[in-house]
Each structure stands twice: as C-alpha cells, then as structure tokens.
C-alpha cells in the first residue's frame, strides 16, 4: 500500500484532534471536509462560522463533523493570552500585546495546542514556514532536552525503503549541541512514522579521522552529545554517506561501529547539504519527498507549503496525528 495511505489508516486507528487555523483559505476547508468525511483526525477549523459555512456551500463542501471555532467570540481567549503572556513577558512582550495577538488563527491555534483544547496544529498554506514556526515557538515551546526546532524529510525510495534526512528546511547553520537535537528529534519521528528502530548517522565528507576539519569536529561532538543525552540510540559519527548504507563498507571504514551500514536517518552538518541532498534523492533517484515535517516541539504544529493542494493538508495532518500520539508515548 501507498504510504501515504498506510499514513493515514494509522492516524484514524490513533483518534487524535488537528487544528486548522487557516480557514479562509479554501483548501483548509477541502482538506477539513475530507478529513472528517473520512475520519482521519477530529478536525477543528478557525474562522467565523457564517464565512466559512457560506463558502463551504459555495465550493460544494460539506463540513459535517468539522468544529468551527471562530477565536474572536471563544470566552477562553484570555486564558490563551494569559498563557503567551507568561511565556513571552520577559521579552516585553504585554498582556495588551498578548491579546492582539491571541486573535491572529496562527497563534490562536498554536495556543488551542499549547493548553491542551487540541493536540497539533498544521498551517502555512498561507503563510511563511517563519510565521509557523515562529508562533509555536512562541505559544507551545521545545520539547524537554531539545535544543532547537528543525524538520525531517520522510524519504520514500522508489523500492519502498524509508530514509529520514535532516534537517532540510528550517536550521541553516546548526552548532554541534544543536545537531544533537536534531538527531534526536530525527530518530523519534523516523520510529513514530516508520515503527522502524533508528539507525541515525552523523555525515560528514569523513568517516572515522579519514580528514581533519571544523565541520568534521562538529559531526563528532554532536555525535558525542547525542551518545550522552541518549545511550540508547543506534547512533554514529562521523560517518560518509557510503560507510553510512553499505553494510561492506562500513566494516572496512568504520569498524565496530554501532551503525554498521544499516543507517535509515541521516543527519547533515547544515542546511546547505541537508537541502540538497534530499532535492537530489527526488529528482534523480525518483524518491518521493514527504516532508519538511517539523520536529522538536513540545507538541506538534506542522508547516505546509504555500503551493500545496487539500490533498497535501489532509496528508500532514495525519501525520501530526501520529507524532502527536507518540510524543505522548502512545504506541503508534
Ligand atoms: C525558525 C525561524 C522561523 C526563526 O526565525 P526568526 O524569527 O528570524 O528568528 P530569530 O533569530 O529572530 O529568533 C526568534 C526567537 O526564536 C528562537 N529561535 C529561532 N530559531 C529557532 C529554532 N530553530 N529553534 C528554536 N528556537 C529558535 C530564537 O532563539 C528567538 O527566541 P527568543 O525570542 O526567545 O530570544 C527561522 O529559522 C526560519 O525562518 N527558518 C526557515 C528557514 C527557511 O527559510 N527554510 C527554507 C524553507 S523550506
């Protein structure tokens, strides 16, 4: 089966809520009526009801089973702007401000998340991956131990082995500590998406000592960090990609290694080769790209593309669903 299909079978069987804030944008709600229609998450849309029922009628839509909340009218928003206050006053920010600010569905939604009202929310079709990640950041936070929000690419091959690359799309320069979060975050969504166990490389254009550099002492200090905040990672670095996925050549290059060629998360030394080579792996291998999906916060909320379809919504919000599901240590 597809795995986006077999993606969307697991968030149904999990029964998880998605909040939806971009409701004036119709494939919101094309998204919203065919995720309730199917019953793949509980589906909460912001916006006022009457716009949204008017156009849902207009498009032909039916968003039976869709809740509709418009954050204007909803006697909770001062407890949501408490919430941003709090977590955001000792950069200045106001209760006054807060309040502006709760009315914006970008961060309406995330603090819907935040206090529990939902567990994930996905937007970006009309909005920048910055105003996204900037207003979970903002409203729900890290994960415990994580140090830095970043993305994974779910990399589907055309034999139908996954591979996650990250990250491609959000850190351009992360420091060695942050690199170790970001193989954390990595192995976890590898494992919530796949049930696989991860096998994650550290990569560099070395393996073992074969050269000597900046980048290359990064990759091993992260390596390093990563080993000590969790020992029981399959984990190792640094790592070529050949010496990573070539169980032969990891004997020779990278004796005794804890990833012995079996890597299925990849872990680049920045945006740059992260990007990159997940572009290459589409366009030349032929795998399909799934992704970016955004990983490190304390529960999720996911960025789209500005170009994506309904389909695309519907897609990442199951996929919000199992991550959410499993970051609550529900077995996925
Ligand atoms: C994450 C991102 C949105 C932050 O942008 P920004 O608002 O310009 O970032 P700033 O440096 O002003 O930081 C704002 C706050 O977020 C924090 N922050 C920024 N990036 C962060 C990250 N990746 N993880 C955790 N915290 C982060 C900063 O520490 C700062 O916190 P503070 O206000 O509490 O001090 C930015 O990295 C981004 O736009 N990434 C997308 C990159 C991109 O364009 N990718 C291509 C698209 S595929």
Redesign the pocket.
Known sequence: MDVLQELRNKARSLNRSVVLPEGDDDRTLQAAAELARDGIVKTVVLGSEKQLLDRAGELNLDLTGVAIVDPAQQSYKDELAEILYERRKH?GLTLDQAREMVLDPLYFGALMVKSGRVQGSVAGAAHS??DV??AA?YCIG?APGIK???SSFMMVMPTGKIYMYSDG????DPDAEQLASIAISAAHIHNALTGEEPVVAMLSYSTKGSAEGPSIDKMRQATAIAKELRPDLRIDGELQIDAAIIPKIAEKKAPGSAVKGEANVFIFPDLDAGNIAYKITQRLAGAQAIG?IVQ?LEKPAFDLSRGCNASDIVNVAAINAIVSASLEGVKV
Do not use: E, M, Q, Y
């Not at 799309?169 to 351009?172: E, F, G, K, L, M």
């Open positions: 950069k991956t910055g990640i900037r950041l890290l830095v929000v970043s799309a959000v850190v351009p970016p490190g």
